[in-house]
């Protein structure tokens, strides 16, 4: 796991300078998306353009404030990168693409492995591995078996979001877990309340997931 140290000296042109990188990469996830995934991608507007460079910016400087220069911060820089985009598709189109929840777990797994090896944490990523079966395992059941409204992508987003949340403990990925019931939930009551009473048909569960886990990523020690 990353050291307090790393995290406590972390200086505001460290954070400032991550912040931009993410935000970098953050327009450039967004062009990649536009080409692969026109259907999705929405309009090219300025706005958007901007959102997205403001959300990401934001996200990426937190997690520098974070973990500091400890060698697991390129893994959680990545993971808010591919959260804004993966929140906007899955609100509008109610779709979490395996083009991008597919590289978020693959890319997550290669950048904490090579965490782990330069900081002696095998026991960190094992944690994290089994975290990742965990949470998709406890979806899948529950996509079965509740009529909730959860989806296969959402079954499939928590495989990344459990790595990312068992790699820094196992309080993290309970807490993750239980906090994205409670912002879903809270997510549909808000809906219900918009639509004066008429609950959607559907409700879109990833952005509560990214968000419970980035919160419990960024505040639980």
Known sequence: MFETAAAAS?????????????????????AVIRRVLPQLAGDASFRLKITTAAVTFALSALLAWRFGSAAELPAYVLLGVFAVPLARIDIVHHLLPNRLVGPLL????????????????AGDLYRGAAGSVILFVFYFFLALTSGNGLGMGDVKLAAPLGLYLGYLGWQHLFYGGALAFVAGGLASVILVL?????????VAYGPSMLAAGLAIILLLP
């Open 194 to 202: 918009k639509n004066r009473g008429n609950k959607p048909k559907e």
């Open 10 to 30: 972390a200086s505001p042109l460290f954070i400032a300078g991550v912040g931009l990188a993410g935000m970098c990469l953050g327009l450039l996830a967004d």
């Open 106 to 121: 693959g890319a997550g797994l290669g950048l904490l492995v090579f965490a782990s090896l330069v900081q002696g944490a």
